[in-house]
């Protein structure tokens, strides 16, 4: 193997090293809900898509309407 091929696989793992060592640091920043916070966020967003989509279907429903009457 010649010297260069060898300097591009250690330049490779160096990179690779330092990217892990990046992302772990990043991820131990992170706020991580607890078990009450989770519930709450979870039911919050399960709440806002039941409301979208009762949006939507109310929405639907009326343009249907709409355009049977015009049918």
Same mark, same amino acid.
């Given at each position: ?6 300097? &591009? $696989?250690?330049?490779?793992?160096? #990179? ?6 990046? /992302?772990?640091?990043?991820? &131990? $920043?992170?706020?991580?809900?607890? #078990? ?6 979870? /039911? ?28």
């Amino acid at each position: 193997m010649s010297g260069r091929q060898a300097e &591009k $696989k250690t330049g490779l793992m160096d #990179k690779l090293k330092k990217y892990v060592k990046g /992302s772990w640091s990043e991820l &131990k $920043k992170v706020h991580w809900p607890n #078990k009450p916070e989770l519930i709450t966020y979870t /039911s919050v967003v399960i709440i806002a898509v039941l409301i979208v989509s009762a949006m939507i279907w109310v929405v639907d429903s009326a343009l249907s309407f709409v355009l049977e009457l015009l049918i």
